[in-house]
T-cell receptor, first 111, second 115 residues
Framework: SQKIEQNSEALNIQEGKTATLTCNYT??????LQWYRQDPGRGPVFLLLIRENEKEKRKERLKVTFDTTLKQSLFHITASQPADSATYLCALELNDYKLSFGAGTTVTVRA | KAGVTQTPRYLIKTRGQQVTLSCSPI?????VSWYQQTPGQGLQFLFE???????NKGNFPGRFSGRQFSNSRSEMNVSTLELGDSALYLC??????????????FGPGTRLTVL
């Protein structure tokens, strides 16, 4: 069966450090992989999209890698700040007009 | 540009009732998707509409239905509500590109509580 797993439910890090989140998937061949941020009580906010033929994407302090052989994406937040505290969701899109989401990893950045 | 709007924001219903939720996408976005979010199951895909056509449906019972209007606004309906339908219902819109929905812009959600 198809599965999307994000490495852990919670990640606590010190301000200024790099947070690394993992998204592993099985029995998918996604066209896109996306990362979203969600704050409590709000809808998810799009962060980055990476295509199946791309290895890496960057946006400001965020970096995403995509390894279709390992079936894994890594999401990095460099120089983390308390404002980065949120739940981060990975999502896969096949060619079927829907996103399938992982359960999310809650990141807490300590000042 | 105005974001995705959803109404109502909060709703309390009792078992057996039905409910209709509304979503207005970002202007120019023709793809609208609906998701259910619960603590136990996370974000689950309900359905996606484009130009008034449902192109995909998630694994939910027939009590969950939706539609899209010619102005891209969308509604979803849940009939015969059950306690387990209590959730945050999220609508998202996107510009379709090359047959994929791509990055999605989510609304604030409708918090449904079934008593």
């Amino acid at each position: 069966s198809q599965k999307i797993e994000q490495n852990s439910e919670a990640l606590n890090i010190q301000e200024g450090k790099t947070a690394t989140l993992t998204c592993n998937y099985t029995n998918y061949s996604p066209a896109y992989l996306q990362w979203y941020r969600q704050d409590p009580g709000r809808g998810p906010v799009f962060l980055l999209l990476i295509r199946e033929n791309e290895k890496e994407k960057r946006k400001e302090r965020l970096k995403v890698t995509f390894d279709t052989t390992l079936k894994q994406s890594l999401f990095h937040i460099t120089a983390s700040q308390p404002a980065d505290s949120a739940t981060y969701l990975c999502a896969l899109e096949l060619n079927d007009y829907k996103l399938s989401f992982g359960a999310g990893t809650t990141v807490t950045v300590r000042a | 540009k105005a974001g995705v709007t959803q109404t109502p924001r909060y709703l309390i219903k009792t078992r057996g009732q039905q409910v209709t939720l509304s979503c207005s996408p970002i202007s120019g976005h023709r793809s609208v998707s609906w998701y259910q979010q619960t603590p136990g199951q996370g974000l689950q895909f309900l359905f996606e509409y484009f130009s008034e056509t449902q192109r995909n449906k998630g694994n939910f019972p027939g009590r969950f239905s939706g539609r899209q209007f010619s102005n891209s606004r969308s509604e979803m309906n849940v009939s015969t509500l059950e306690l387990g339908d209590s959730a945050l219902y999220l609508c998202a819109s996107s510009l379709e590109r090359q047959g994929l929905v791509g990055e999605q812009f989510f609304g604030p959600g409708t918090r449904l509580t079934v008593l």
